[in-house]
């Protein structure tokens, strides 16, 4: 849901249905067609889902579980878990061990790559 978001937002903005700004560094996006304001759903309702079906205590494995051994026929290596939260420029990295940690931690680089480039197209294009 999250990537579809993304894809129907970049759509949005292709189209002019949307436009991109940044707010100090924190980039935002304005919706004003029916294509914008569905990416920006999508994309709300992908995080939701994800912070929703990634924390549930009634699976063994998973953040906040009273049980940590696997169930039968599940495999006994333990879940491993991370991500970023990018609060403008700055990435806030999380993992569950040091190698997811380093794995978020590149993927924060290329989304800020990512956003930086797609900045500046946007200011040329002004």
Do not use: C, N
Not at 98 to 121: H, K, Q
Request: proline share 7%.
């Amino acid at each position: 849901m999250l990537a579809s978001g993304v894809a129907v937002v970049a759509l949005a903005l292709a189209r002019g249905e949307a436009s991109l700004s940044l707010a100090l560094v924190i980039p935002v996006i304005v919706a004003t067609g029916p294509w914008g304001g569905l990416g920006i759903a999508l994309v709300v309702f992908g995080l939701v889902a994800t912070f929703l079906l990634g924390i549930s205590p009634d699976r063994p494995g998973t953040v906040g579980s009273p049980v940590d051994t696997p169930m039968p026929g599940e495999s006994s290596t333990r879940r491993r878990w991370g991500g970023v939260v990018l609060v403008g420029p700055l990435p806030i990295v999380f993992g569950s061990d040091a190698r997811v940690s380093r794995e978020m931690l590149l993927l924060a680089a290329i989304l800020l790559l990512v956003l930086t480039v797609l900045t500046v197209l946007v200011f040329l294009a002004i």
